[in-house]
């Protein structure tokens, strides 16, 4: 099973996930963390935060979402599959 790069086991024993909530102003990425006993409840949060975010943006239409979801996206995938994507 393929696990997420950003997902980590601590020493205490339970999870830690990382996710990228903004840029500062010479571009590097700032992170935030959230942490649960078990992987699928880590993941779980992650997926509730980056969907989150994009709510929060007020989105009126299905291109500014799509946009939105890939620059969301873009640290986390490989740039060939960006550009994949960007073409779709």
Not at 50 to 69: G, M, R, W, Y
């Amino acid at each position: 099973m393929k696990r997420d790069k950003y997902i980590y086991k601590k020493k205490s024993g339970g999870y830690e996930g990382r996710y990228v909530k903004g840029h500062d102003e010479d571009g590097k990425p700032r992170y935030g963390s959230v942490h649960a006993k078990t992987y699928g409840e880590v993941k779980a949060r992650l997926a509730q935060v980056k969907s989150a975010a994009v709510a929060v943006n007020e989105v009126k239409t299905l291109k500014t979402a799509l946009a939105l979801h890939l620059q969301a996206v873009r640290s986390v995938i490989k740039p060939s599959t960006y550009g994949l994507y960007e073409g779709y």
